[in-house]
């Protein structure tokens, strides 16, 4: 028997039993950045190809191989966005919100990357982003990692790791990039074919490998913290003074480069050893270049992307997944007449009681059809109206969720009687 069509390999369906977990997170995160001063933008998921090629860098995998590109009938080139900063960018130097002024930028949706599907590794995947433009100095860095710290607690995660590194001034790079290629030359028999494809266009790139083979060669290689300028030096000196004077542990890791080619300066990822190799559930630093690369005015920024796919497991793991918020009331109506008079009482009861979440029997049935739907549902009650309770103007309770006696209670009474009864739900 065919299957029929199926979803794209890598890209996954959010069923409705696991929304509501993705909406109590989403809704978290967006209340803890409102409360930093964050505002939300919106951008395009298409974008010129070009936008990415030029922000993220040619060499990096994403460029070369996983983004999904395709031609439009006018014959530009477009891609599917693999992040969002570098669209965040071009939205703000079009719109002009970048010059001569500060800005706290957020966003959420989805990003594409064709690489090999694996846990928590998907073709589309979701990322909250966060940007800051126009902070040059460390407070901006402090500022954002403390934001995720906060986060962490208001989620209840525990045993997150923090790497820092500094990648320090284009001009410091440069002169470590030449003393690492002298470095890798000396061991290019040792190196695998990816790396010797890197090592003249980005060699930087290669102390990203997750190659274990290559495990000795890089952790032998230059230091990058001994080769940054003292301006990098003394911002990174400062940001670690912050975060120490906020109590917030870190892991200084001089391997640490990330995988796009515009950061500068500090570079941060936020580690899991509970999520097995895909363990960073967050990362950013400073791409205080990208502006200018971009068209733009010279302009400082930092900013970090979450992933929500490896948050939401690493909450399952820890056990602290959000609750989700289900049904309060399903309303059972047997007969013509308490059909008429549920309609209107449902629309009193949602104009009266603020978040409440109420479910109308549809399509009828009798009375044991409908209190199978009622449990279906996942209602805490079952609201139940029949001919003898419209005559007198009342309405039976049942609670479906523990041992409780049924009730009736005059419909009148009913609003206050939800009120006390369920969690969440005000007037």
């Known amino acids: 028997m065919s299957k029929g069509i199926q979803s794209i390999r890598g890209m996954h369906d959010v069923l409705p039993e696991q929304t509501p977990a993705w909406q109590v997170l989403e809704d978290r995160i967006e209340q803890l950045l409102l409360g930093y001063g964050y505002q939300e933008i919106r951008m395009p998921i298409v974008e010129r190809s070009d936008l990415f090629s030029r922000s993220i860098g ?9 983004m999904y590109g395709f031609e439009d009938r006018n014959g530009d080139r477009l891609s ?11 939205a703000g130097i079009q719109h002009g919100l970048l010059h001569n002024r500060q800005q706290r930028l957020w966003y959420m949706g989805p990003m594409f990357r064709r690489e090999r599907p694996q846990k928590d590794r998907y073709r589309q995947f979701h990322q909250i982003g966060v940007e800051a433009f126009g902070f040059q100095g460390p407070d901006i860095d402090a500022e954002l990692i403390i934001m995720t710290a906060r986060l962490w607690c208001v989620l209840g995660l525990k045993n997150i790791r923090l790497e820092l590194n500094s990648l320090g001034s284009p001009q410091a790079r440069r002169d470590y990039r030449a003393k690492l290629l002298a470095y890798l030359e000396t061991h290019r028999d040792r190196l695998d074919a990816d790396a010797k494809r890197r090592m003249h266009m980005n060699p930087l790139r290669v102390l990203d490998s997750k190659n274990p083979e290559m495990k ?4 032998n290689a230059p230091d990058l913290l001994e080769e940054i300028d003292e301006d990098s030096r003394r911002h990174f000196d400062g940001l670690k003074a912050v975060l120490d004077r906020m109590g917030i542990a870190y892991v200084e890791n001089p391997r640490l480069v990330r995988g796009l080619d515009y950061y500068s300066r500090t ?18 630093g400073r791409y205080d270049g990208l502006v200018e690369q971009l068209g733009g005015r010279a302009t400082p920024a ?41 309609w209107t ?12 979440r ?8 009798g009375f044991k059809a409908q209190m199978k739907r009622a449990d279906r549902s996942g209602a805490e ?5 029949a001919a003898e309770e419209v005559g007198e103007g009342m309405i039976s309770v049942k609670h479906l969720r523990r041992r409780e006696a049924q009730q009736a209670l005059s419909q009148s009474k009913l609003v206050e009687y939800l009120k006390t009864t369920l969690v969440g739900i005000a007037t």
């Not at 599917?80 to 071009?90: F, H, I, K, M």
């Not at 570079?267 to 950013?284: K, M, N, P, R, Y």
């Not at 309303?331 to 008079?341: F, N, P, S, T």
Request: charged letters at 25%; a negative charge.
């Open 58 to 66: 040619e060499v990096t995998d994403i460029v070369e191989k996983e």
């Open 80 to 90: 599917l966005r693999p992040e969002g900063t570098a669209g965040c960018v071009r």
């Open 216 to 219: 000795v060669v890089i952790d």
């Open 267 to 284: 570079v941060f990822e936020w580690i899991s050893d509970e999520l097995g190799a895909q363990g960073t559930i967050c990362a950013g």
């Open 302 to 342: 930092a900013g970090f992307a979450l992933g929500l796919e490896r948050l939401l497991h690493l909450l399952e793991v820890q056990g602290v997944a959000p609750e989700t918020r289900g049904v309060h009331a399903y309303l059972v109506m047997i007969g013509a007449e308490a059909e008429r008079v549920g």
């Open 345 to 356: 009482l449902l629309e009193t009861l949602r104009d009266e009681l603020r978040g409440i």
């Open 358 to 365: 109420i479910v109308a029997n549809c399509a009828g049935g």
């Open 381 to 385: 009650l079952a609201l139940i109206l």
